[in-house]
């Protein structure tokens, strides 16, 4: 059976959860109609809009493991960008308010974040992307601004840097020597990018194959506003 998680913030917790649930009409604790699987397969959590508290227990089924995560001041957390997970790691990032990787245990516990701002080896100026290498246990950051793509271990210890060529909107990790990318409305003079969406790469940016092509004409009129363009699940890659 697969593991599904659900990743609660203290925040949410404060003001969307009472400790007493919600009660019937003589005091005692009632359950929610938690999950309904609708005609797709897809399992929803229904809860009666007239409900103003109840226990997030009274919502959680065996399928699903809550955990809680691990407040300190150095772990404060402004925005989920994305989350990521691989055997015993849980990955956040937040790429706009603390501008920083979270590294976390499946027990919640904050291992490290990556967060070092700057030109230097292992530092970046801006996240554009954070994608895990499975094979090798290896977190990959894409930054823009300096051109490069950074590489840490599941510890959040720096490893490598590979010059980055391309515009890479967002990525995903074929494996441990291979990069897809979306290059979302990005028109440059490299005429093996232009007028092509998806590409394939080595890490140093060695392109490899690319797709979605569309014409000068196209390009005028077109348009993506979905912010996650490429997605990955158990183990392949969807665009």
Not at 29 to 38: A, Q, R
Not at 219 to 232: G, R, Y
Request: proline share 2%; hydrophobic share 35%; with cysteine.
């Amino acid at each position: 059976m697969r593991n599904f998680f659900l990743i609660i913030l203290g925040v949410f917790l404060f003001y969307s959860c009472s400790q007493n649930g919600n009660m019937d009409k003589n005091g005692n604790p009632t359950k929610l109609k938690n999950f309904v699987e609708n005609d797709k397969g897809i399992k929803e959590i229904k809860i009666d809009s007239k409900i103003k508290s109840f226990n997030f227990d009274d919502v959680i089924s065996d399928e699903f493991s809550c955990i809680r995560l691990q407040t300190t001041p150095n772990c404060l957390i402004g925005q989920i960008n994305k989350l990521l997970i691989d055997d015993s790691t849980m990955i956040i990032v937040d790429k706009t308010i603390s501008k920083s990787v979270f590294i976390y245990d499946l027990n919640g516990k904050f291992k490290n974040k990556i967060s070092k701002r700057g030109k230097g080896p292992g530092e970046f100026i801006e996240i554009q992307d954070v994608a895990l290498s499975k094979t090798d246990k290896k977190i990959v950051l894409v930054d823009l601004m300096t051109k490069r793509i950074n590489t840490y271990d599941y510890n959040g210890v720096f490893l490598d840097s590979y010059p980055l060529n391309y515009y890479m909107y967002r990525i995903a990790v074929i494996d441990s020597k291979t990069l897809a990318f979306d290059a979302k409305n990005f028109r440059g003079s490299d005429i093996n990018m232009n007028n092509h969406r998806f590409f394939t790469s080595s890490f140093n940016s060695q392109l490899i194959s690319r797709g979605f092509q569309y014409s000068s004409d196209e390009f005028k009129k077109f348009t993506w506003d979905v912010q996650q363009d490429l997605w990955e699940f158990d183990r392949n890659v969807f665009f």
